[in-house]
């Protein structure tokens, strides 16, 4: 289910193409069929995927195979599926740390992203990037951003660039809850609004940022009401419920492509580990973590297809178990992948070749004899 705020009517605003003003109230969102099987099947599929994709990650920085730090999307995979189901092969997406399952979402494979994570030559960002730092230009995933909201102004130039050249793509651009507590959050939530971009920002609310909870750090904590400031339609939605977050992703994508509108939507993700796989999560007690476990997307999207005759449990165990050699098989891709040569260090700080660009390193002298 998905709790909706309208935007506040506008006074003659812009839309695209500069002709008309934009109407006073939105158009309803489309109506969707009823599922079909297969397609349910499908974001299961996906959303398991995800799960063992991110366990295995886990339990390769345990081992030292992956540096730095490692946030995972355990328990945010009805979210993530959902989300990307919403887009267009064509539509941009910008996303936070917290990035792997959507790059998998994304179209990524399993394999070049797992590569990443180990930092080899192989890997999404040529293994420079890491866990933090996935970017595709093919799938459009415009990168994963380890500064809490360093992606949303990005995104929101993007949503310009849109506009600017008259495109029908949407930009999407995934944020945690912390992040709607910075000045880029408003600063870009304002501009959007006043420039009429083709943007849907989404809050992933995990309950906690870092170890703090929303309500003891936010004097609103329906975080999605924050819209209203900048007269822009916003809704929350359970991130646990793969079609209820499709089908909200799929409303603010609609307002966001046909009328060039912003959107705000949150979803409500709790994540089922820490922080960060260091993170123990001792600040939540023993029934939070119980009620998280009974919350568990996953499960309970098994146990409905169960029930409602659509996946057996025997069909469950084959697709774990075919998922699972997938993961095993990218873990075997990354092991065996070299690592980047410290000669390409460079190669990747400009797109294009950029006059005087410096490529020495900080012991090289500055001039050679």
Same mark, same amino acid.
């Given at each position: 289910?998905?709790?909706?705020?309208?935007?506040?009517?506008?006074?003659?605003?812009?839309?695209?193409?500069?002709?008309?003003?934009?109407?006073?109230?939105?158009?309803?969102?489309?109506?969707?069929?009823?599922?079909?099987?297969?397609?349910?099947?499908?974001?299961?599929?996906?959303?398991?995927?995800?799960?063992?994709?991110?366990?295995?990650?886990?339990?390769?920085?345990?081992?030292?195979?992956?540096?730095?730090?490692?946030?995972?999307?355990?328990?945010?995979?009805?979210?993530?599926?959902?989300?990307?189901?919403?887009?267009?092969?064509?539509?941009?997406?910008?996303?936070?740390?917290?990035?792997?399952?959507?790059?998998?979402?994304?179209?990524?494979?399993?394999?070049?992203?797992?590569?990443?994570?180990?930092?080899?030559?192989?890997?999404?960002?040529?293994?420079?990037?890491?866990?933090?730092?996935?970017?595709?230009?093919?799938?459009?995933?415009?990168?994963?951003?380890?500064?809490?909201?360093?992606?949303?102004?990005?995104?929101?130039?993007?949503?310009?660039?849109?506009?600017?050249?008259?495109?029908?793509?949407?930009?999407?651009?995934?944020?945690?809850?912390?992040?709607?507590?910075?000045?880029?959050?408003?600063?870009?939530?304002?501009?959007?609004?006043?420039?009429?971009?083709?943007?849907?920002?989404?809050?992933?609310?995990?309950?906690?940022?870092?170890?703090?909870?929303?309500?003891?750090?936010?004097?609103?904590?329906?975080?999605?009401?924050?819209?209203?400031?900048?007269?822009?339609?916003?809704?929350?939605?359970?991130?646990?419920?793969?079609?209820?977050?499709?089908?909200?992703?799929?409303?603010?994508?609609?307002?966001?492509?046909?009328?060039?509108?912003?959107?705000? $939507?949150?979803?409500?993700? /709790?994540?089922? =580990?820490?922080?960060?796989?260091?993170?123990? !999560?001792?600040?939540? %007690?023993? &029934? *939070?973590?119980?009620? $998280?476990?009974?919350?568990? /997307?996953?499960? =309970?999207?098994?146990?409905?297809?169960?029930? !409602?005759?659509?996946? %057996?449990? &025997? *069909?469950?165990?084959? $697709?774990?178990?075919?998922?699972?050699?997938?993961?095993?098989?990218?873990?075997?891709?990354?092991?065996?992948?070299?690592?980047? &040569?410290?000669?390409?260090?460079?190669?990747?700080?400009?797109?294009?070749?950029?006059?005087?660009?410096?490529?020495?390193?900080?012991?090289?002298?500055?001039?050679?004899?």
């Amino acid at each position: 289910m998905a709790e909706t705020v309208k935007a506040a009517p506008a006074r003659g605003r812009r839309t695209r193409g500069g002709k008309g003003a934009e109407p006073e109230a939105a158009a309803a969102p489309p109506k969707v069929p009823a599922e079909d099987a297969e397609t349910l099947v499908g974001y299961y599929r996906q959303m398991l995927l995800i799960r063992r994709f991110e366990e295995r990650a886990a339990r390769a920085y345990t081992e030292a195979k992956i540096g730095g730090y490692c946030h995972l999307n355990l328990g945010e995979e009805a979210t993530v599926v959902g989300l990307l189901a919403a887009l267009r092969p064509t539509d941009y997406l910008f996303a936070n740390y917290r990035e792997h399952g959507y790059a998998i979402a994304k179209g990524i494979g399993a394999d070049r992203v797992m590569a990443e994570l180990y930092g080899r030559s192989t890997g999404v960002s040529k293994g420079w990037g890491g866990s933090m730092h996935l970017f595709d230009t093919e799938t459009r995933l415009l990168g994963g951003y380890g500064i809490v909201g360093g992606q949303l102004p990005l995104a929101t130039g993007a949503a310009l660039a849109v506009s600017y050249k008259g495109g029908d793509e949407v930009v999407m651009c995934q944020m945690g809850d912390g992040t709607a507590a910075i000045g880029a959050f408003h600063e870009s939530l304002n501009i959007a609004g006043l420039w009429d971009l083709p943007i849907v920002f989404v809050v992933i609310n995990n309950g906690l940022g870092m170890g703090t909870s929303v309500e003891k750090s936010s004097a609103e904590p329906e975080l999605y009401k924050r819209g209203a400031a900048y007269r822009m339609e916003s809704a929350r939605v359970d991130g646990t419920d793969v079609v209820a977050v499709r089908d909200a992703a799929r409303a603010a994508v609609e307002r966001a492509r046909s009328e060039s509108k912003p959107y705000l $939507l949150e979803t409500l993700s /709790p994540r089922l =580990k820490g922080h960060s796989v260091v993170d123990p !999560a001792r600040y939540r %007690s023993k &029934e *939070e973590k119980d009620a $998280l476990k009974a919350a568990d /997307p996953l499960a =309970k999207m098994a146990l409905d297809l169960e029930e !409602a005759g659509i996946l %057996s449990h &025997e *069909e469950r165990e084959r $697709l774990d178990e075919e998922v699972t050699a997938e993961v095993d098989a990218a873990a075997k891709f990354a092991d065996e992948s070299p690592e980047p &040569e410290v000669s390409t260090l460079f190669d990747y700080t400009y797109a294009t070749p950029v006059p005087g660009d410096l490529r020495r390193f900080p012991a090289d002298p500055v001039f050679r004899s």
